[in-house]
């Protein structure tokens, strides 16, 4: 069973708009999460992470929200640029309440940028 | 400090063979990680090395293997490919088990 679901497999927006990325995870418990961005033919990069004991995260145009009660997260991504078109991972590190030791990966959602 | 390195980044094969990737870590890095990523699944957890021993597997069949040498390059090996094998290959280095993993370029494998 999945613990963290991206349930959108696609995206598309236009350039200078805000993209939205979801995530829902399935332990209150986990405490730790993580956003991954990929572009093809190439490894994922570690983009922005969220402690549960903030509600946001904010990194120049990049902003995490968590929503507790709703095991929720969101990036937000304003403006949306061309080089933003990508994969999006949300993740679990390994620790805390991810008895794995390992990431949990979602299974990604490719943002288009449309000009 | 270089990164994660795979060879070879491209890869085809026919049904039937064996194939071999290799993975080199950022120096000083004990822990390998590998990944396979397809479109339909997105990044599935293969296999964990540390020191030289396996830690942790996904969940994949027999075929898969892996192996990590002393100077914490690891391989991993696929035998008897089949169409579904054609996906990314992923390796991640980190410093120590349960550590931030740092992902290198990826193997493309086409399996024909």
């Known amino acids: 069973d999945q613990q963290v679901k991206q349930n959108s497999p696609s995206l598309s927006v236009q350039e200078g708009r805000i993209s939205i990325l979801n995530c829902d995870y399935t332990?209150?418990?986990?405490?730790?999460f993580l956003w991954y961005k990929k572009y093809p033919a190439e490894g994922p990069t570690f983009l922005i992470s969220?402690?549960?004991?903030?509600d946001k995260n904010e990194d120049g145009r990049f902003t995490v929200f968590l929503n507790k009660s709703a095991k929720h997260l969101s990036l937000h991504i304003v403006p949306s640029q061309p080089g933003d078109s990508a994969v999006y991972f949300c993740a679990l590190p390994p620790r805390g309440a991810n008895r794995d030791d390992k990431i949990i990966f979602g299974k990604g959602t490719r943002l288009h940028i449309l000009p | 400090k270089a990164g994660v390195t795979q060879t070879p980044r491209y890869l085809i094969k026919t049904r039937g063979q064996q194939v071999t990737l290799s993975c080199s870590p950022i120096s000083g890095h004990r822990s390998v990680s590998w990944y396979q990523q397809t479109p339909g699944q997105g990044l599935q957890f293969l296999f964990e090395y540390f020191s030289e021993t396996q830690r942790n597997k996904g969940n994949f069949p027999g075929r898969f293997s892996g192996r990590q040498f002393s100077n914490s390059r690891s391989e991993m090996n696929v035998s008897t490919l089949e169409l579904g094998d054609s996906a990314l290959y992923l390796c991640a280095s980190s410093p120590q088990l349960a550590a931030e993993q740092f992902f290198g370029p990826g193997t493309r494998l086409t399996v024909l």
């Open positions: 969220i402690s549960s004991i903030k």
């Open positions: 332990n209150s418990m986990f405490d730790y």
